[in-house]
T-cell receptor, first 114, second 113 residues
Framework: NAGVTQTPKFRILKIGQSMTLQCAQDMNHNYMYWYRQDPGMGLKLIYYSVGAGITDKGEVPNGYNVSRSTTEDFPLRLELAAPSQTSVYFC?????????????FGSGTRLTVV | GENVEQHPSTLSVQEGDSAVIKCTYSDSASNYFPWYKQELGKGPQLIIDIRSNVGEKKDQRIAVTLNKTAKHFSLHITETQPEDSAVYFCAASSRTGGFKTIFGAGTRLFVKA
């Protein structure tokens, strides 16, 4: 199992450009998440999905969009990139259960908007 | 809104000493409490977790305790080693009334050889 795979690892965008951060998991997890981590800060939830075709907003969704057409993939789309979106982005997944589950995180995408 | 407070933000210990990181949560519906370790340049990795029906859990040199009445839980690392140096995050998760997992702000642990 590769776990959670994120691409690219690094990216520099110019203000106003768009890009898609890719995330794929091979553990047949139902739940997938996108977090951003600013320097010295904790993790803020951007969007999450409880299964294919179902997505919902997290704490900081503005400026981002997601889709979940398959169980495996959960891409994050940035439209009109802004300097405030400079951050490290982590994708994670978990197998849903009523009692709670730990997350498996990807290795992250470091994004700089200039 | 709901939140998780984590202390201290930075912790420096001598190799072989113990380290304790504490978290307090506000959502009384929280029932699952994981801890993650994040090494430099990597994603967080689950190291131990505890559910609300358990007061303490141990895995080799790490242990977690939970006090539901006081709404706080702690991570204990004994016999620290330089490879324990990392950022540690606590989280509180609830499935009641919808999906919700809140992370603490993290503790940077330095273990001096």
């Amino acid at each position: 199992n590769a776990g959670v795979t994120q691409t690219p690892k690094f990216r520099i965008l110019k203000i106003g450009q768009s890009m898609t951060l890719q995330c794929a998991q091979d553990m047949n997890h139902n739940y997938m998440y996108w977090y951003r981590q600013d320097p010295g800060m904790g993790l803020k939830l951007i969007y999450y999905s409880v299964g294919a075709g179902i997505t919902d907003k997290g704490e900081v969704p503005n400026g981002y969009n997601v889709s979940r057409s398959t169980t495996e993939d959960f891409p994050l789309r940035l439209e009109l990139a802004a300097p405030s979106q400079t951050s490290v982005y982590f994708c994670a997944s978990s197998y849903s259960s009523d009692r709670g589950d730990g997350y498996t995180f990807g290795s992250g995408t470091r994004l700089t908007v200039v | 809104g709901e939140n998780v407070e984590q202390h201290p933000s930075t912790l420096s210990v001598q190799e072989g000493d113990s380290a304790v990181i504490k978290c307090t949560y506000s959502d009384s519906a929280s029932n699952y409490f994981p801890w993650y370790k994040q090494e430099l340049g990597k994603g967080p990795q689950l190291i131990i977790d505890i559910r609300s029906n358990v007061g303490e859990k141990k895995d080799q040199r790490i242990a977690v305790t939970l006090n539901k009445t006081a709404k706080h839980f702690s991570l204990h690392i004994t016999e620290t080693q330089p490879e324990d140096s990392a950022v540690y995050f606590c989280a509180a998760s609830s499935r009641t009334g919808g999906f919700k997992t809140i992370f603490g702000a993290g503790t940077r642990l330095f273990v001096k050889a």
